[in-house]
């Protein structure tokens, strides 16, 4: 996280970049996790799964890919940034008010 966040920010701000942070990695950790395909029926890999799927069920299946990856890192990706993109927007603006 930038040090912009941390000094001089407002509380809301910090919380908001954070918690886009923790949303952003938990998208991008299972998207590593398929691409290397992780064991599914280990309870972390199981946790991550079902906390990705929540988190892009907007973008999971918005892009027709023929591979399978393609359609996991494009929905899961797209996901993320977004994320990242509103979130620390969201919290730059907290911040100059």
Known sequence: MSSRYRTGSTPAGTVIAVVADIMAVILGL?????????????DL?????????????????????????????????????????VGHAVAGRLHRH
Do not use: K, P, Q
């Not at 299972?30 to 280990?42: E, F, G, S, V």
């Open 30 to 42: 299972w998207i590593l996790m398929y691409l290397l395909d992780a064991n599914r029926a280990n």
């Open 45 to 85: 890999v199981r946790f991550v799964h079902e906390a990705a799927n929540w988190l892009a069920g907007w973008s999971r299946d918005l892009f027709t890919f023929d591979a399978a990856w393609a359609r996991v890192v494009a929905g899961y990706g797209l996901a993320a940034v977004v994320y990242l993109f």
